[in-house]
């Protein structure tokens, strides 16, 4: 089956604009998280979504939000970007049927993001 | 605090040799534990995990060690290939992945 795409694969925006960026779980996966990696942070975890619902939420301010739709595809939006949000945005999807989501997640292979 | 980290930021290993790479964790509460791979231009993929209540974990040419008592795993890779080069991490997971920083393997033929 197909795996988690994300698109667009890379962007490039400048400081100020905002972005959404848009990520397809595996078929049949009600949960997708997001991740943000850079060199010197490594792997943070953004937030995860589930039937919609918001159910954990990382250290991120404000300007970083989702949302998730009824067919689980999810978009993340970051406003007023800053150099500093240059990074490889990752999704993860699983089946996460529990509250603490132990099941397998699955990665896409990113959204390069470069703020000038 | 949440932190999971790795000894070693970069390891190097003849073709055919067997790897090592550790990572220490800092939440005794951790239950479950995930290494991943990633490749250049991809996202991590999932490797093996343990759960707390074992102490060793075998898949393909890969081990999984757990050691609570002083809160360290480590990812034992057989036979190491140059399709092993990657960046690995560790993970733990309690609804959301916390990242150990990543090693990242070179493998010389």
């Known amino acids: 089956k197909a795996g988690v795409t994300q698109t667009p694969r890379y962007l490039i925006k400048t400081r100020g604009q905002q972005v959404t960026l848009s990520c397809s779980p595996i078929s049949g996966h009600r949960s997708v998280s997001w991740y943000q990696q850079t060199p010197g942070q490594g792997l943070q975890f953004l937030f995860e979504y589930f039937s919609e619902t918001q159910r954990n939420k990382g250290n991120f301010p404000g300007r970083f939000s989702g949302r998730q739709f009824s067919n689980s595809r999810s978009e993340m939006n970051v406003s007023t970007l800053e150099l500093g949000d240059s990074a490889l945005y990752l999704c993860?999807?699983?089946?996460?049927?529990?509250?603490?989501?132990?099941?397998?997640?699955?990665f896409g292979p990113g959204t390069r993001l470069t703020v000038l | 605090g949440e932190s999971v980290g790795l000894h070693l930021p970069t390891l190097s290993v003849q073709e055919g040799d067997n790897s090592i790479i550790n990572c220490a964790y800092s939440n005794s509460a951790s239950d479950y534990f995930i290494w991943y791979k990633q490749e250049s231009g991809k996202g991590p993929q999932f490797i093996i995990d343990?759960?707390?209540?074992?102490d060793k974990r075998q898949g393909q040419r890969v081990t999984v060690l757990l050691n609570k008592t002083v809160k360290h795993l480590s990812l034992q890779i057989a036979a190491t290939q140059p399709g092993d080069s990657a960046v690995y991490f560790c993970a733990e997971q309690r609804g959301k992945l916390i990242f150990g920083q990543g090693t990242e393997l070179s493998v010389k033929p």
């Open positions: 993860a999807s699983s089946l996460a049927t529990g509250s603490t989501g132990t099941n397998e997640q699955f």
């Open positions: 343990i759960r707390s209540n074992m």
